[in-house]
């Protein structure tokens, strides 16, 4: 147990559906952030939360939509996706964004996306 | 941006050998290098970290090397043992752990 929980662990979902991913971190940190690992590309940043603003953003399809209502929790809105989405997302949390404040990044255990 | 590469993609010992996993990052910028290691199921967890202002941490039989002249980083396990297998990455970030750019991982597997 990391501290950081997501839910649902599996989802299966077809394309023309809505879900949401869900991720909760009780460490009291400040960033939140999330990855997509795939056989492709093994662990790839898709956004980060700073004090539950948006600071970055790489690149990631519209059809992937983050949340953050507070510093503990971190949505990732899912809409009309591909089979190629289908992947392991990961949410991680950390504390501090720069200088010698950097700690670890913490992850959760992840939610098994397949897109039919 | 930030490019790391990791060595070897897979990586198979004997119990009670040494294995050595090497990454090399291109962002002279970077200054936090985090190892995780990754089980069947679970989520990356960092097992060893060092930043630019040390050349050598030790963590019982787990130990990082940082060469900063070079840009390159290893990680040194002894006297594996077959809990050791698993899926290790290395990353590289300039400040914020998080935004790690991570390598491609390296699959170990100890043999009894």
């Known amino acids: 147990e990391t501290g950081v929980t997501q839910t649902p662990r599996h989802l299966v979902m077809g394309m023309t559906n809505k879900k949401s991913l869900k991720c909760e971190q009780h460490?009291?940190?400040?960033?939140m952030y999330w990855y997509k690992q795939s056989a492709k590309k093994p662990l790839e940043l898709m956004f980060v939360y700073s004090l539950e603003e948006r600071v970055e953003n790489n690149s990631v399809p519209s059809r992937f939509s983050p949340e953050c209502p507070n510093s503990s929790h971190l949505f990732l809105h899912l809409h009309t996706l591909q089979p190629e989405d289908s992947a392991l997302y990961l949410c991680?949390?950390?504390?501090?964004?720069?200088?010698?404040?950097?700690?670890?990044?913490?992850f959760g255990q992840g939610t098994r996306l397949t897109v039919v | 941006g930030e490019n790391v590469e990791q060595h070897p993609s897979t990586l198979s010992v004997q119990e009670g050998d040494s294995a050595v996993i090497k990454c090399t990052y291109s962002d002279s910028a970077s200054n936090y290098f985090p190892w995780y290691k990754q089980e069947l199921g679970k989520g990356p967890q960092l097992i060893i970290d060092i930043r630019s202002n040390v050349g050598e941490k030790k963590d019982q039989r787990i130990a990082v090397t940082l060469n900063k002249t070079a840009k390159h980083f290893s990680l040194h396990i002894t006297e594996t043992q077959p809990e050791d297998s698993a899926v290790y990455f290395c990353a590289a970030s300039p400040s914020n752990a998080g935004k790690s750019t991570f390598g491609d991982g390296t699959t170990l597997t100890v043999k009894p």
């Open positions: 991680a949390s950390s504390q501090g964004t720069g200088g010698d404040l950097i700690s670890e990044a913490f």
């Open positions: 460490l009291g940190h400040n960033a």
